[in-house]
Nanobody
Framework: QVQLVESGGGLVQAGGSLRLSCAAS????????MGWFRQAPGKEREVVAA????????NYADSVLGRFTSSRDNAKNTVYLEMNTLQPEDTAVYSC????????????????????WGQGTQVTVSS
C-alpha cells in the first residue's frame, strides 16, 4: 500500500520560511517522479514543483520560482519543499504526489500525471 505523508506545515509570518517533507512508503521511490501541489480555499489545485526521478530536474510554478526549492533524498524515500520569503498568497493546503515511472515531465505539471497523493499539510502565512 502506497503512503505519502507530509509534515512541516504551520503558521508563519510573511517573509518567513518553512520546510515541508513528504515521506513515501510502499513504492520504489527512486523510480517515481514527485510533485508538490497546493490548493487555496476556493481555488483549484495547482502544481508548485515537480521533480523527476533520475538525474533529478525540477520544474517550478512561476509564482514560486526563486523562492521555493524542491529536492529529494532517494535513500530516505523523502521529498522536500523549502519555502522562503513566504507571502500571504502562499496560504494553502500543500500536498505531495507520486507519478509512476516514465510519466513525462509535461504530465507532471498536472494532477492527472500522478497516481498517489498525500493528505496534505496546511501552510498559513500571516501578513
Amino acid at each position: 500500500q502506497v503512503q505519502l505523508v507530509e509534515s512541516g506545515g504551520g503558521l508563519v509570518q510573511a517573509g518567513g520560511s518553512l520546510r515541508l517533507s513528504c515521506a513515501a512508503s510502499g513504492l520504489t521511490f527512486g523510480s517515481y517522479g514527485m510533485g508538490w501541489f497546493r490548493q487555496a480555499p476556493g481555488k483549484e489545485r495547482e502544481v508548485v514543483a515537480a521533480i523527476t526521478p533520475t538525474n533529478p530536474s525540477t520544474n517550478y510554478a512561476d509564482s514560486v520560482l526563486g523562492r521555493f526549492t524542491s529536492s529529494r533524498d532517494n535513500a530516505k524515500n523523502t521529498v522536500y519543499l523549502e519555502m522562503n520569503t513566504l507571502q500571504p498568497e502562499d496560504t494553502a493546503v500543500y500536498s505531495c504526489a507520486a507519478a509512476p515511472p516514465n510519466r513525462g515531465a509535461i504530465s507532471m505539471r498536472f494532477t492527472y500525471g500522478y497516481d498517489y497523493w498525500g493528505q496534505g499539510t496546511q501552510v498559513t502565512v500571516s501578513s
